[in-house]
DNA sequence: CCTTTTTTAGACTATCGGTCGGTTTTATTG
DNA sequence: CAATAAAACCGACCGATAGTCTAAAAAAGG
C-alpha cells in the first residue's frame, strides 16, 4: 500500500515533465511507460485513465504553489506585495517557462483551463484573507472581497497566460486591480518591475 | 454559389449541432461523415482537417453575432447601452440557451476558448470605437481603450459563461467597468435588469 | 511461510484522424 | 454534340492511440 503511492506520485512526476515539455495530448500512455520503464498494466494498475493521471500531474502543480503561497501570507510583506507574491508562487518558475508557451498551446487547452480552476479555487480564499488585513490596514477599501479576487485572478491568467502583453496591458491590469479593491492609484505600481 | 461552398455550409452546419451537442472531442469525423451521408474521402475534399472545420464553425456561430452588433453601433443608442447590447449580441438567444451550458462542459473547453478568442478578435474594435465615442461625450473617461475593452470582455466571458452568477458577481462587475472605462458610478447600472 | 499487493510482457481491440487512388458528376470548349 | 478538364465524391486502408486482458512472477509484509 506504501509502495503504490510512491510509485503512483513518481509516474505523475515523470508525466509532468513529458507534459510540459511535448503537450498532454501529444504524450501517450506508451511515451510515459517507456520513460518510467514499467509495463503498461502496472500504468493502468495504478490509474484508471490518462486523464486521471492529468487531474493527479495537476494537483501536484499547484501543491507546490500552494505551499509557496502559504509562506507568503504568514511573511511580514505589504498587503499589495503579499496578492502580487502569492499570484506569482503559482506560475511556473524561471526554469520551467517553456511550460507557459506550451499550456498556451491549443492542443493544452484542456490542461490549461483545468489547472486555472483548480488554481482559483485554491487562491480565492487565501488572497481573501490577505484584503481583509488590507482592509484593516486602510490599504484596500472595498466590500465582495471574493468576487473581486477572483475577477483580479481571471484577469490575471488570460493576461499572463497569453505571453504576449504589452506595457498598455500591465498598466490597464494595474489599474484595475488598484480600483477594484479601492486601493490609492500607485499602490500596485510595483507590478511593472515584476514583470517586465 | 458553387455546389463546394454548399456542401462546405452544410458540413458545418451539421458539425456545429454535433459539436454542442457532444463537444469537440468526442465529435469524431465518422460521426459527422455518416450524418451527412457523405464519404469520408469527401469531408477532406472539403476541409484539411477537422480542425479547419471547427474554425468554419465558430467562424458561423461568430457572424450572426457580428451583424447584430454592427446594426446596435449604428442605432442612436447610448454609449452604455451600446457597450453591453454588443456584448449580449454576440451570446446565444434565448432558445439556444443549452448551448451555453453544453459550452461550459470540460468536454467542450477547446470550442469554448476558441470560441471566446475570436469573438474577442471581432468585439474589440466595435466596442473601441463606442468607447472612443463615449469619451467625446464625456461619458467615459480612459486611455488604452482596446487594452480596457478586452479586459472587460475577458471579465464578462468569464462571468456570464459560467452561468451561475451572484448578485455580488454582477455588482463587481458593474462596478469594475464603471471604473476601468471611467464612468460615472450607475452608469451601468442598468445591466442589473438586463441579466436578472 | 503464507497472503496480499504490485509488477510483468505484450498481444489484442476499438476508435480515431487522416490518406490515397480511383470514380462519377459537372462545367467548358472546340 | 463530343472531348476534355475540373470539381466533387467514394470508401478501403493506414498508423497511432487509449485502454483491456491473461496468467504468472516478483516483492512486501505480517
Chains 1, 2 share one sequence.
Not at 15 to 43: C, W
Not at 143 to 150: A, G, M, N, Q, V
Amino acid at each position: 500500500m506504501k509502495k503504490g503511492e510512491k510509485t503512483r506520485l513518481e509516474l505523475a512526476a515523470i508525466a509532468y515533465r513529458l507534459f510540459i515539455t511535448n503537450g498532454y495530448e501529444s504524450t501517450s500512455v506508451d511515451e510515459i511507460i517507456k520513460t518510467a520503464g514499467i509495463a503498461k498494466g502496472t500504468f493502468y494498475y495504478h490509474f484508471d485513465s490518462k486523464e486521471q493521471l492529468l487531474e493527479e500531474v495537476i494537483g501536484l502543480m499547484i501543491a507546490s504553489g500552494s505551499e509557496k503561497a502559504k509562506a507568503i501570507l504568514a511573511s511580514d510583506a505589504s498587503g499589495p506585495e503579499k496578492i502580487v507574491g502569492i499570484i506569482l508562487a503559482y506560475r511556473p518558475v524561471e526554469e520551467e517557462l517553456l511550460i507557459r508557451d506550451e499550456l498556451n498551446k491549443p492542443e493544452n487547452s484542456i490542461l490549461h483551463e483545468r489547472m486555472n480552476e483548480k488554481l482559483r479555487e485554491d487562491i480565492v480564499p487565501i488572497l481573501s484573507k490577505v484584503v481583509k488585513e488590507g482592509i484593516k490596514e486602510g490599504v484596500f477599501h472595498c466590500d465582495s472581497i471574493p468576487e473581486r479576487i477572483r475577477a483580479i485572478l481571471v484577469l490575471s491568467s488570460n493576461l499572463f497566460d497569453e505571453g504576449q502583453f504589452t506595457k498598455k496591458d500591465i498598466s490597464v491590469f494595474i489599474d484595475i486591480i488598484e480600483k477594484t479593491l479601492g486601493a490609492k492609484p500607485g499602490t500596485m505600481g510595483f507590478i511593472r518591475k515584476l514583470v517586465g
